[in-house]
C-alpha cells in the first residue's frame, strides 16, 4: 500500500510562489505515473501536471509556463514548483500515484488509485 504525504501549502499574494512536496512511502522510481491535482470550493477535481516514469511531463493549459513538476527519486518525493500565482490557482491540491507504465501520463484522475490527504493553497490579490 502506497502512502502518500504533501506539504509546501499555504497563503501568499498573487504573483507569489510555493513549492509543493509529497513524500511516497516506497520507491516511486519506476512504473509509476504521479500526478498533482487540485479541488476548489463548489468545482471538481481537476488535473495540475503528471509525470511519467522516464520523465515525460503533462501540464494544464491554465497552468503551463508557471507550474514545474520533478521528483526526486532519491527521496521518492514528487514536487510542484508554483511560480506566478494567481488568485485562481487557489485550491487544495492533492498527489496522486498510478501503476501505470506508459511515456506520457494522461491527466485523468480515474487513472490514478492512491491520494495524500492535500495541502491548502490560498492566493490572495
Known amino acids: 500500500q502506497v502512502h502518500l504525504v504533501e506539504s509546501g501549502g499555504g497563503s501568499v499574494q498573487s504573483g507569489g510562489s510555493l513549492n509543493l512536496s509529497c513524500e511516497a512511502s516506497i520507491n516511486i522510481d519506476r512504473a509509476y505515473c504521479m500526478g498533482w491535482f487540485r479541488q476548489a470550493p463548489g468545482k471538481e477535481r481537476e488535473g495540475v501536471a503528471t509525470?511519467?516514469?522516464?520523465?515525460?511531463?503533462i501540464y494544464a493549459d491554465s497552468v503551463k509556463g508557471r507550474f514545474t513538476i520533478s521528483k526526486d527519486n532519491a527521496k521518492n518525493t514528487l514536487y510542484l514548483q508554483m511560480n506566478s500565482l494567481e488568485p485562481e490557482d487557489t485550491a487544495m491540491y492533492y498527489c496522486?500515484?498510478?501503476?501505470?507504465?506508459?511515456?506520457?501520463?494522461?491527466?485523468?484522475?480515474?487513472?490514478?488509485?492512491?491520494w495524500g490527504q492535500g495541502t491548502q493553497v490560498t492566493v490572495s490579490s
Open positions: 509525470l511519467a516514469e522516464y520523465g515525460n511531463t
Open positions: 496522486a500515484a498510478a501503476r501505470y507504465r506508459a511515456n506520457w501520463c494522461p491527466i485523468v484522475d480515474g487513472l490514478f488509485r492512491t
